[in-house]
């Protein structure tokens, strides 16, 4: 059982927008930085978002970060069946000293 | 650019000793802005982050794995490694290095991971 909570899947329309969010606590969300991480099939993960809603270059506008509180959002609009993937978000987690990785989402693309 | 590949034995037998060792190139692991990791995914399961190491030699370790595992860097040949300890079945993973971005607050800790290799699956059996 991670100690970051994700849906374990969502699915959208092509074109549609979607999210996935990202459930901690004080101790990790609450105090640290949320990064995420796109995983194509077959493929290392890549990072997508850094700092809660940085982009790092050659990520498309299309994706977005958020965090409020002890939760964070990775939002995807014009959803492409390119996007189809796992998702994953991760943090440090100040009390138990090591990073963390949500368990991941996936995402499907009707 | 800045790429990094895994290499290492693909195949393990229960109870020795699992290598593996990430090549940095078209960079340094000198970067003094970089921490080096080693994450690992078992198959259909998210990935679990194993340590990282500076190249000054400072690690830090996964507190769940810390007694069987060391990392470790040699800057004259642009590479850091991952030894795992007495491995059984549950360390049967894609184990991938990775470039860490840190961040200081009341000490470093990893800020997220900008660089990611291929990955290199390992199956511990007989």
């Known amino acids: 059982q991670s100690v970051l909570t994700q849906p374990p899947s969502v699915s959208a329309a092509p074109g549609q927008k979607d999210t996935i969010s990202c459930s901690g606590s004080?101790?990790?969300?609450?105090?640290?930085?949320v990064s995420w991480y796109q995983q194509l099939p077959g493929t290392a993960p890549k990072l997508l978002i850094y700092?809660?809603?940085k982009r790092p270059s050659g990520i498309p506008d299309r994706f977005s970060g958020s965090k409020s509180g002890t939760s964070a959002t990775l939002g995807i609009t014009g959803l492409q069946t390119g996007d189809e993937a796992d998702y994953y978000c991760?943090?440090?987690?100040?009390?138990?000293?090591?990073?963390?990785f949500g368990g991941g989402t996936k995402l499907t693309v009707l | 650019q800045v790429h990094l590949q895994e290499s290492g034995p693909g195949l393990v037998k229960p109870s020795e000793t699992l290598s593996l060792t990430c090549t940095v190139s078209?960079?340094?692991?000198?970067?003094?802005?970089?921490?080096w990791s080693w994450i690992r995914q078992p198959p259909g399961k998210g990935p679990e982050w194993i340590g990282y190491?500076?190249?000054?030699?400072?690690?830090r370790y996964n507190p769940s794995l810390k007694s069987r595992v060391t990392v470790s860097v040699d800057t004259s040949r642009d590479q850091f490694s991952l030894k795992v300890n007495s491995v059984s079945a549950a360390d049967t993973a894609v184990y991938y290095c990775?470039?860490?971005?840190?961040?200081?607050?009341?000490?470093?800790?990893?800020?997220?991971?900008?660089?990611w290799g291929q990955g290199t699956l390992v199956i511990v059996s007989s």
């Open positions: 990775a470039r860490v971005a840190p961040t200081y607050s009341s000490g470093w800790f990893v800020n997220y991971f900008n660089l």
């Open positions: 078209g960079g340094s692991v000198s970067d003094t802005n970089h921490y």
């Open positions: 190491v500076y190249y000054s030699g400072t690690t």
């Open positions: 004080s101790s990790n969300i609450g105090s640290n930085d």
């Open positions: 700092e809660n809603d």
């Open positions: 991760g943090t440090w987690d100040s009390s138990l000293s090591f990073w963390v």
